[in-house]
């Protein structure tokens, strides 16, 4: 147990040790206060918290989950922000043209 929550070491899929093939300072804790389970790296500093998994078991989601937020993908995770705000800022552009244009017209 660490502060507020206990760390997996196994369990049923072999997820806690699947990340241990990934990065062997990863490890697996279940929050007692958020009932979230998180992924640390125990390499860098004690405790290093790297994410919370959005699913309520551990499975084939929590592996891929975390090699898709891996640091060494940072420059194409950032690339893909960005072309989903310009998306994303393209829509509102032409949502308020048409506003603008039908509140006009009518």
């Known amino acids: 147990m660490i502060g507020n929550g206990r760390v997996i070491d196994d369990d049923l899929f072999g997820i806690a040790r699947r990340l241990k093939s990934i990065d062997d300072g990863y490890y697996i804790l279940l929050n007692y206060k958020t009932g979230k389970f998180e992924v ?9 918290l790297c994410l919370v998994l959005p699913f309520e078991t551990l499975d084939e989601r929590t ?9 060494e993908r940072v420059e194409e995770l950032l690339r893909e922000a960005e072309r989903d705000n310009e ?3 393209r829509r509102a552009k032409t ?4 506003r603008i244009l039908s509140s ?3």
Do not use: F, I, S, Y
């Not at 592996?63 to 640091?71: G, P, Q, S």
């Not at 949502?95 to 048409?98: G, I, K, M, Q, R």
């Open 63 to 71: 592996v891929r989950k975390v090699n898709m937020t891996r640091a």
């Open 95 to 98: 949502a308020a043209l048409d």
């Open 40 to 48: 640390h790296n125990g390499k860098c500093a004690p405790r290093t």
């Open 104 to 106: 006009v017209g009518g």
């Open 87 to 89: 998306k994303l800022e």
